[in-house]
């Protein structure tokens, strides 16, 4: 990276050490950032009958953000909250937006993060319809086998669309 895309990404970046059960976005506003963990986990999630539905978990090195709200501009039905302490980078996306005509740079780095983040959202769809209750928690255990022990039962279980008793049983037979 040359210094002065350097320079840029220096000065638009907040780097921050947020704690378990904060809350970094709420539904019902419009989200206009991203944020890429350094450590620790962050969840999208959202409502539904009055239940948490977890999206999403954003483990080192992913990024979490409200998807919905921030292309449209519109409110986002999504939370995002801390499941375990971590330190984050948050870059504000019209500050991105404004980048990419004269960073180049930044135009493909971003290129690139959507391409993996939407082949992220395939794997995870293909994994909930294609695969067993079983088979969904050996790929997360063989992906993430650390931060499963960190992770609420109600918030893996709700993540892998199975019941909390389904999940007990599937760790037991381990």
Request: charge should be neutral.
């Amino acid at each position: 990276m040359d210094e002065r895309t350097g320079a840029l990404v220096k000065s638009a970046v907040s780097v921050s050490d947020v704690k378990r059960k904060d809350i970094l976005h709420a539904a019902g506003t419009v989200c206009r950032k991203f944020h890429f963990v350094e450590s620790g986990i962050l969840r999208v999630f959202y409502y539904k009958d009055g239940k948490e539905v977890t999206a999403w978990f954003a483990f080192k090195g992913m990024t979490a953000s409200c998807i919905d709200s921030l292309f449209t501009g519109g409110e986002t039905s999504y939370y995002i909250d801390v499941v375990e302490d971590a330190t984050i980078h948050t870059i504000h996306y019209d500050i991105i937006e404004r980048s990419f005509a004269d960073y180049p740079l930044l135009e493909r780095l971003g290129r690139l993060m959507v391409t993996e983040n939407y082949l992220l959202l395939d794997q995870r769809m293909k994994m909930i319809v294609f695969h067993s209750a079983e088979e969904r928690y050996n790929n997360l255990l063989r992906a993430e086998p650390l931060a499963l022990q960190k992770i609420p039962l109600n918030y893996l279980a709700s993540y892998l669309n199975v019941t909390q008793e389904t999940l007990s049983r599937i760790r037991r037979q381990k």
